[in-house]
């Protein structure tokens, strides 16, 4: 119990706001709530936006750099001049990494504080969310909700800026694969997020030609994890891929390693934050893999994003999903200008269209308001990439492959969009 105090107790720690110097309250931008109303609590003053994310608790680790991110976004919209005069205004709600909490802060958000969207949630939530905002045609939009479950019911009143776990599952597949394993085990969480692309890696190193030696299914936060480390080595597999969360894994990875077992780790993205290292141990984290979904760090778009964001924060972003959270608030924010109102049904009817071509491609919100004035379409292009959206409100992307070396995960691959395009 100490140590997921002190966990919670870091994470919370950090969520710093410039010139405020403490977590952030339900209104961390300042200012009441406003009315449940959403299509008049906007009329008026600011327009009420949400972030319901993670700030303890399994994927704890994520919610400060979203924040952030989102917060920088609209930071910048709303020294334009904000939507047709009227700033944003930020309220939050901490999901404490559960289903339950999720639930509530959704209702805080929707029903009290008035908000017309919602960013920031796991896949969990937001499934458990989703009709609820959309019964109150509030938007709900995720920088990092990969579950497969989205890929063909998702686009209404939902859109993510992250690629789905099929991708996800694809590029992990391949990492394996290029590293010469051809006999592989699966761990993972039986929440919906790790089981989404659990069975996305299984199935995609499959049809590679791999074999999968097991499925071994966990319950999260549990004292020993000994028994299915236990029946994973009896397949002996060549490596293990593990998708847990950032409370569980350190559990689990101090048990193999006290065990002897010698097997090559790869972790989900859930997994790797720079906390783990902490957790964990150097030595014990020392060549596991992981993958996560990024931009291209050699891009002009990325190059701005990561000098506003340290310029903001003091720090670099660190690869949690932060352009992927920034490019879904800016997103939000010019849908509204393109349909001319600040409400929930004209960022879902604009959403994909400002952002996929055809179009004039844009930066930048100035650049993007000024296209918008001429009477011309716009293509949106962020730090994440092209965010061209499908049908069913889900985007491509790139990944970083990366290895734990020294107390830091380092980039060894870069994986563009275009290098999965025919194996769709």
């Known amino acids: 119990m ?22 952030p309250a339900s209104t961390p931008t300042g200012g009441s709530g406003t ?20 700030y303890t608790g399994e994927m704890g680790a994520f919610g400060v750099p979203v924040y952030n991110a989102a917060k920088l976004a609209f930071d910048e919209v709303n020294a334009e001049g904000g939507i047709k005069g009227k ?9 404490q990494s559960t289903v339950e909490s999720g639930i509530r802060g959704a209702r805080k958000l929707i029903t009290a504080n008035g908000v017309i969207a919602m960013h920031g949630m796991v896949s969990d939530v937001l499934l458990a969310t989703w009709d609820f905002a959309k019964q109150n045609k509030v938007m709900v939009t995720s920088p990092y909700a990969g579950t497969t479950k989205l890929d063909t019911t998702g686009g209404d009143y939902q859109y993510r800026t992250v690629p789905s776990d099929s991708l996800d599952g694809r590029v992990a597949a391949h990492v394996l694969w290029d590293k010469g394993y051809r006999k592989i085990a699966v761990m993972y969480e039986t929440a919906e997020s ?39 080595s009896e397949t ?7 998708g847990s969360g950032q409370e569980t894994a350190p559990t689990v990875l ?18 790797a934050v720079p906390e783990i290292f902490k957790l964990v141990g150097t030595d014990t984290m020392n060549g596991i893999l992981t993958e996560i979904p990024a931009g291209d760090s050699q891009s002009e778009d990325y190059k701005r994003f990561a000098a506003s964001y340290k310029a903001a924060y003091g720090k670099d972003p660190g690869g949690n999903f932060e352009a992927n959270s920034y490019d879904a608030a800016m997103i939000m924010a010019l849908a509204m200008v393109a349909g001319g109102k600040a409400d929930g049904t004209t960022i879902n009817e604009n959403y994909k269209k400002i952002a996929s071509p055809p179009g ?10 000024t296209e918008l004035k001429k009477g011309n379409d716009i293509d949106y292009e962020g730090p994440s990439g092209d965010v ?17 070396n020294n107390g830091k995960w380092e980039q060894f691959k870069f994986y563009p969009a275009s290098a999965f395009e025919k194996t769709k």
């Not at 700033?87 to 999901?95: S, Y």
């Not at 004039?360 to 993007?368: E, G, I, L, N, Q």
């Open 2 to 23: 100490l140590k997921k105090f002190l966990v919670s107790c870091m994470v919370l720690s950090m969520l710093v706001l410039p010139g405020c110097g403490q977590a």
């Open 35 to 54: 009315s449940s109303n959403n299509s008049s609590s906007n009329s008026g003053g600011d327009i009420s936006i949400g972030i319901l994310t993670s």
């Open 87 to 95: 700033k944003i205004k930020l309220f939050t709600e901490d999901d």
């Open 194 to 232: 790790t089981t989404s692309i659990a069975n996305a890696v299984a199935q995609q190193f499959q049809q590679l030609g791999g074999t999968v030696t097991i499925m071994e299914p966990f319950q999260s936060r549990q004292s020993s994890y000994l028994a299915e480390l236990k029946k994973v």
């Open 236 to 242: 002996s597999p060549d490596a293990v891929w593990l």
């Open 254 to 271: 101090k048990q193999w390693k006290q065990r002897g077992y010698k097997w090559q780790w790869m972790v989900s993205s859930d997994i």
């Open 360 to 369: 004039v491609k844009v930066h930048t919100f100035k650049d993007a308001v």
């Open 388 to 404: 061209n959206f499908d049908d069913h409100g889900t985007t491509s992307g790139s990944f970083n492959a990366l290895i734990a």
